[in-house]
C-alpha cells in the first residue's frame, strides 16, 4: 500500500529567521548606513562580518543595535499610520486643508509624500520628533496663505482649538458664497442647518472644537460638489 502523503510542514525557525533577515535589511536602508558601517555594526555586535554566519540570537543582537541607533519597523499591513504626536498633528492639518479646498488627496500616502518631501524622511513614522515642527510649520504656512489664522492676531497666541475650528467652517462658508452656491447674507449658522441640517445655535454644551470639526467636514464636502478641482500641485 501506497505512504499516505505527508502534510506539509512549515519550519518555525527558518521563518523566524528570514524575517530578522529581512528586518536588518530595512534598516540597513533606513538608517542609510554604507557598507564599512554596517559591516562594523555586525562585528562589534556578533563579531562576524555577514548574516549568513549569526544563528538567532546574535541575528536578534544586531536588530536590537539598529533599532539603538534609530530603526523603527515599518507597521503591520493594515496598521495606521504614524501615531506620534507630530504625526496626529499633521494628520488632522492636512485633513482640515483638505475640508478648505487647500489639499485634494486627503490620503495617508498623500500625507506621507509631503512629509517626505519638508523632512527628508522616506516615511512618517520614522522621523525624528525634534525635526517635526518642520512639517507642521509648512502646513500652517499653507493655512494661513488660505487665510486660516493660526494665532491671536493681536496677542500672537496659538488660538484655542474650537476658535480654529470656528474659523476654518467659516472660510469654508466664505468660500462657498465665493463660488455663488449661497447667499452672500448666509450666516454660519444658516449655512450649517441649510446645507448640512446641522443645528449650531441650540446647543446647551455650547459647540466644541469637535462639534465644528464634524461641520467642517460636512461643509467641506458642499464645497468640493460645487468647486471640483484636480490634483495639479501633488498635494
Not at 525557525?13 to 564599512?36: C, F, P, V, W
Amino acid at each position: 500500500m501506497a505512504n499516505a502523503a505527508r502534510k506539509a510542514t512549515f519550519d518555525r525557525s527558518t521563518q523566524h529567521r528570514r524575517a530578522m533577515l529581512g528586518k536588518i535589511n530595512i534598516a540597513r536602508h533606513q538608517l542609510k548606513m554604507d557598507e564599512d558601517d554596517y559591516r562594523q555594526v555586525l562585528f562589534d555586535v556578533a563579531g562576524a562580518r555577514s548574516l549568513k554566519e549569526m544563528d538567532e540570537k546574535a541575528l536578534d543582537a544586531v536588530l536590537a543595535r539598529m533599532k539603538a541607533l534609530g530603526f523603527q519597523p515599518l507597521p503591520k499591513a493594515g496598521q495606521k499610520g504614524a501615531q506620534h504626536p507630530v504625526a496626529k498633528k499633521a494628520r488632522a492639518l492636512w485633513i482640515s486643508l483638505y475640508h478648505l479646498g487647500e489639499v485634494h488627496n486627503p490620503s495617508e500616502l498623500a500625507l506621507e509624500a509631503f512629509a517626505k518631501r519638508q523632512l527628508g524622511c522616506e516615511r512618517l513614522v520614522w522621523a525624528r520628533q525634534s525635526d517635526g515642527f518642520r512639517l507642521i510649520e509648512a502646513l500652517k504656512a499653507m493655512a494661513e496663505r488660505a487665510g486660516w489664522r493660526q494665532n491671536c492676531p493681536v496677542s500672537g497666541k496659538k488660538l484655542a482649538p474650537s476658535t480654529l475650528q470656528q474659523h476654518l467652517c467659516e472660510l469654508i462658508v466664505a468660500k462657498l458664497k465665493s463660488a455663488g452656491a449661497i447667499p452672500q447674507d448666509w450666516s454660519l449658522d444658516t449655512a450649517a442647518y441649510r446645507l448640512c441640517g446641522i443645528e449650531t445655535r441650540e446647543t446647551e454644551r455650547g459647540y466644541s472644537a469637535e462639534d465644528y470639526h464634524r461641520l467642517a467636514s460636512a461643509l467641506g464636502a458642499k464645497l468640493r460638489e460645487v468647486a471640483p478641482h484636480h490634483d495639479r500641485s501633488g498635494r
